[in-house]
């Protein structure tokens, strides 16, 4: 199984290659997916990223990691891309990249932050923001194997207009009824509202979460603020800090 097969290969050095654009999916508004053909990728697991590197006219070369939001089964790599006000790679990413363009990356990186079908217990995801890409490629690979493992998603955005993958998301939750998603949005609620108003407290993991005797794996992935945070209450209710994964990045709103 390719999954497998990505986690049992030996280590080997990391070098970079050209990803073509392939096809480009806007998100929201400030967010796209860019679907990439790599010629030789060698496969990865679920919450792996990669790096790329963008290289200017004059020389100068721009380097980010992002993490990928396709699963191992896929025949084309995805990468999920906010823009960042006064960036130098997303911009160029999300408003100027067109099919048929290339760049180079390198990857899959990273054996921390990964899920996949074989490992047991319920699955909790906690994301915010932009934090949701990483975790979109485990439920991905969970959808297209057809595991029936409990799975819990818990999203804080700011408003239902920036919630990335809305629709497949829903679309995924009422297929399945062994996955939960619950968006909370924390600063624009549009009328009839049912969902929870709000950051992510206590009481809301209390109320969505697995509980610690179930012993489930979780995630948390987003802004350093919102992942400790998240994290600190986790531990409060009683989950065993070893088996909360985390990931993060930059300052965001969320």
Not at 195 to 212: S, V, W
Request: hydrophobic fraction near 35%.
């Amino acid at each position: 199984m390719k999954a497998i097969e990505a986690a049992e290969a030996p280590r080997r050095r990391l070098e970079w290659q050209l990803a073509e654009v392939r096809r480009i999916v806007a998100e929201t508004s400030r967010v796209k997916s860019i679907n990439l053909y790599v010629k030789s990728w060698q496969g990865h697991l679920p919450g792996q990223h990669v790096d790329i590197r963008l290289t200017a006219e004059d020389g100068y070369q721009a380097q980010r990691s992002y993490s990928i939001a396709s699963p191992p089964e896929d025949e084309l790599l995805t990468l999920t891309v906010e823009e960042v006000t006064d960036g130098e790679v997303s911009p160029y990413l999300v408003g100027d990249l067109r099919a048929g363009d290339q760049f180079e990356l390198r990857g899959p990186i990273g054996g921390y932050f990964v899920w996949t079908t074989e490992m047991d217990g319920p699955l909790s995801l906690m994301a915010g923001g932009s934090g949701i890409v990483p975790l979109m490629a485990m439920l991905r690979h969970r959808e297209r194997r057809s595991a029936r493992v409990p799975a819990l998603l818990l999203y804080s955005s700011r408003s239902l207009e920036d919630v990335i993958y809305r629709q497949e998301l829903d679309r995924m939750a009422h297929r399945d009824c062994m996955l939960c998603v619950v968006n909370t949005l924390t600063r624009k609620q549009p009328d009839g509202w049912k969902g929870p108003r709000g950051r992510i407290d206590k009481a809301l993991l209390g109320k969505e979460c697995f509980p610690p005797e179930k012993k489930p794996r979780i995630f948390v992935c987003g802004p350093t603020p919102f992942v400790e945070h998240v994290s600190s209450l986790l531990v409060e209710l009683g989950h065993n800090p070893l088996t909360i994964k985390t990931e993060r990045f930059g300052p965001s709103g969320v």
